[in-house]
């Protein structure tokens, strides 16, 4: 891999790829124990797929308050409409390996580390999430929704029994008032059965409105689609935090690298510059200038190490594992990824972003759904409520508190009527709110088009200018190199003084922390890119580039 502190060989580097070599065999189908064990090391690539089945990630040995079980993390595959956009390729590609000219310092082994790369914070993320969960059971939620619409037209079934007791005055279907003692009894299917009217909950009942059993299923299937792209729109957010997130730690990796490498030329120049002090050759004031450097550059490892524990901590949080964690990437050297074809123009990747983004399509649904419930309220005057009762049991009456002459009893009732709502403006109010809804749903969906297109055109802008940046950063580093080496060899050819070096060995220390920050910079803006075009960001063997 190209170092931190590696000198490139520009010319057709933008053009010469390969592949990137940290693919997981914890992504392998059917891993067995060996390579479980062997996930947080190198393998070779793997054909790419979109529909891997699960595979266990063992978690990090943790702290007691923090046993949790190994997760199962379910792949997302991509949905027949993203898919069909998708060109798969091997791998990430990265770009082009250098010679390593002046390699920034490895970062000291850590025992109680746990080291991690960008497939296994992926893997974790997309299976631990708990907004893709939440999302998920929202869909559960919509599905079931659906199974409950289009069961409206069958009839539920009851069981039961009553008993009825009356003694005074009553009157009967004449008009005539009388006292009377009189008791009744009924068991079967149904339920309040007194005198001589039908169940009051009849055995087999159905009481619905036509309008509704003809429009809500179409609803709730749209409504169950939307919910299903909304999930997708999850997941893809999270893959992004997670990526973004690893790449951060990565980076704040190199910028520790390159803060030792610093601090150790600034103690090199400051016992060179101590030996001039003492022979006479140089003066102590320089010296003291020196050893002024070196606490400078103390206090930037200090503060490098600070920022790589935090990205560490907001990992954690991603990934939803334990908070003392001490992560740290198993790449020791950062590199530049190409994921995204951004040498497409920007047009067409808008068009494949408008086509291929789950959120559009979560929009789309969300319109139909509201479209569906308009047209049920256009429909709810003209077509009727229905009831319908069936009941059959067992019945007995008799006077006083006897119950004679028990026997069976069948009662059928079926009941259509028609209903105007509050002398129709309950109707128009109805009709009304749902036009609104409708109106806004549209709005909503032109909103997120509009929001895609911007997302995708920044992000597009985002990898142009930070390849430039890029490849600005790399020549710098060039010169601030050599500048650093010249330096060295006037001081040990007896030309010049030590404290001569000091002005290169800055700009060194900060080309290389700003080679560092535009190489992440970029990764971040290609999986922004990926994430703005629809597309999932996944594991290195599971890549697929428009």
Known sequence: MTGVGSIPSPPGWEVRMRKLPFILTVALCGANAEQQAAAQVVAQSVPPTFSAPAVMIPLPPTTEGFDTPPTVVEPVPLLAEQASHVTPVSAIEVMPQTENVAPAAPLPIDPDAYPIDLATAVHLAGGRSLAVALAREQAREAQARVMAADALWLPSIRMGLNYNKHEGVIQDVVGNAFNTSRGAFYSGMGAGAVGAGSPVFPGIAANFHLADALAQPLA?????ASRSRATSAAMNDVLLEAAVGYMDLLARAQEIAVATEALDHAKRLGELTGSFAQSGEGTQADADRASTEVGLREIEAARADEAMRTAAARLTEILRLDPTLKLVPIEQQLEPLEIADSSLPVGELVARGLS??????????????????????????????????????????????????????????????????????????????????????????????????????????????????????????????????????????????????????????????????????????????????GYPIAAPEQVAVP
């Open 356 to 533: 291929a983004r789950p959120e559009l399509s979560e929009q789309r649904h969300l319109v139909a759904a509201a479209v569906e419930r308009l047209r049920r309220e256009r429909m709810a005057p003209l077509v009727p409520s229905l009831l319908i009762g069936t009941s059959y049991g067992g019945f007995g009456a008799g006077l006083g508190g006897d119950i004679d002459d028990f026997g069976d009893r069948f009662d059928f009732d079926a009941v259509a009527y028609w209903e105007l709502r509050n002398l129709g403006v309950g109707d128009a109010a109805a009709r009304s709110t749902a036009q609104a809804q409708v109106g806004q749903a549209r709005t909503r969906q032109t909103a997120m088009l509009d929001r895609v297109a911007r997302e995708v055109v920044e992000a597009h802008a985002r990898v142009t200018s930070r390849r430039t940046q890029m490849e600005a950063a790399r020549r710098t580093l060039e010169a601030a190199d050599a500048s650093y080496r010249r330096n060295l060899e006037r001081i040990h050819g007896g030309v010049g003084l030590p404290l001569e070096s000091l002005q290169s060995l800055q700009a060194l220390a900060t080309v290389r922390r700003e080679f560092v920050r535009t190489v992440a910079d970029f990764n971040t803006a290609q999986f922004q890119l990926q994430r703005a075009l």
């Open 220 to 224: 709730a299937r749209q409504t169950a």
